[in-house]
Nanobody, 127 residues
Framework: QVQLVESGGTLVQAGDSLRLSCTVSGGTLSSFAVGWFRQAPGKEREFVAAVSRLYDKTYYADSVKGRLTISRDNAANTVYLQMNSLNPEDTAMYYC????????????????????WGQGTQVTVSS
């Protein structure tokens, strides 16, 4: 059974940086494309960033482009989300998700395409 566990969320101040981790167990990270999503209170879940299974193709939501960077370390079975210049609008529960059915360069922003999800890690940015 594939499981994803997020970590690294905490309370920070505006302008700070933070790195989230998503560790995969019960499977091999190299088999999956991975995406990060977030959900703020009272709002719908939204796509943040994704990285393809092969070739390290990445894609970002416009709201985070230039501030957040997704990367993967297959040897560590972990995907990272480096978050810089955080602002209060980044406050949300952050989830990682894995998709293993697409081609090597496949990447998607559609949550329903992802087969496996973590439980989330809370990021709170104070002004």
């Amino acid at each position: 059974q594939v499981q994803l566990v997020e970590s690294g969320g905490t309370l920070v101040q505006a302008g700070d940086s933070l790195r989230l981790s998503c560790t995969v167990s019960g499977g091999t990270l190299s088999s999956f494309a991975v995406g990060w999503f977030r959900q703020a209170p009272g709002k719908e879940r939204e796509f943040v960033a994704a990285v393809s299974r092969l070739y390290d193709k990445t894609y970002y939501a416009d709201s985070v482009k230039g501030r957040l960077t997704i990367s993967r370390d297959n040897a560590a079975n972990t995907v990272y989300l480096q978050m810089n210049s955080l602002n209060p609008e980044d406050t949300a529960m952050y989830y990682c998700a894995a998709e293993g059915r697409g081609a090597g360069n496949f990447i998607t922003t559609v949550a329903s395409r992802y087969e496996y999800w973590g439980q989330g890690t809370q990021v709170t940015v104070s002004s």
